[in-house]
């Protein structure tokens, strides 16, 4: 499955944007994981969210919430991640990635076996 991910860029803090993941090529079965982890200089990739699609339900990472959703469009295999309230923390590559099947242990990236090739955030006044 090939994964295209747009929507990054530079934004002042406070201010708000989307990502955009759309997946192509390889079906999966219906209950196939899409999501979205991030990885800032020097640091490890971390989770940021999540989608369950047999059950068209989202997660997001603790340090997130509040300010991150994550949403789909299941006609175009799309997920979006909406980001309000960008903090400088935030900046760091995002990376959107797919798995087959979900898996309870979902914010860890050695279970995904698809990624796309990441989009640049920047948070910075």
């Known amino acids: 499955v090939q994964l295209q991910a747009s929507g990054g860029g530079l934004v002042q803090p406070g201010g708000s944007l989307r990502l955009s993941c759309a997946a192509s090529g390889r079906t999966f079965s219906n209950n196939y994981a899409m999501g979205w982890f991030r990885q800032a200089p020097g640091k490890e990739r971390e989770f940021v969210a999540a989608?369950?699609?047999?059950?068209?339900?989202?997660y997001v990472a603790d340090s997130v919430k509040g300010r991150f959703t994550i949403s789909r469009d299941a006609a175009k295999n799309t997920v979006f991640l909406q980001m309000n309230s960008l903090q400088a923390e935030d900046t760091a590559v995002y990376y959107c990635?797919?798995?087959?099947?979900?898996?309870?242990?979902?914010?860890?990236?050695?279970?995904?076996?698809?990624w796309g090739q990441g989009t640049q955030v920047t948070v910075s006044s």
């Open positions: 990635t797919a798995r087959a099947s979900w898996t309870v242990d979902y914010t860890n990236a050695r279970h995904y076996d698809n």
């Open positions: 989608f369950r699609w047999s059950l068209n339900r989202g």
